[in-house]
């Protein structure tokens, strides 16, 4: 089994839709303690994501599929859930 973690998004024009982890150009996922890109900590596997969410790190998230979440956005720690897949 491996883990992931998703947000549902608790408001706006989409309330339901599920946001996963954003993967960069460069393969990375972003999590940081603040919005500011000068406290990104990027990071090559979602093991090591999953390790700074249980740190309290906020993660990047978004939702391909979707009209108004394709961009990233940082979601806090308490509204991410861990999943089993």
Known sequence: MSQSIKACVQRGKEIGVTLWPHRYADGCYVASLSRFERDY???DTLDKLIDL??????????????????SPSLIAPGAIELTIV
Do not use: L
Not at 53 to 70: E, L, T, V
């Open 41 to 43: 900590v990027r990071v």
């Open 53 to 70: 969410w249980r740190q309290g790190y906020k993660i990047r998230m978004s939702a391909s599929d979707s009209d108004y979440h394709r």
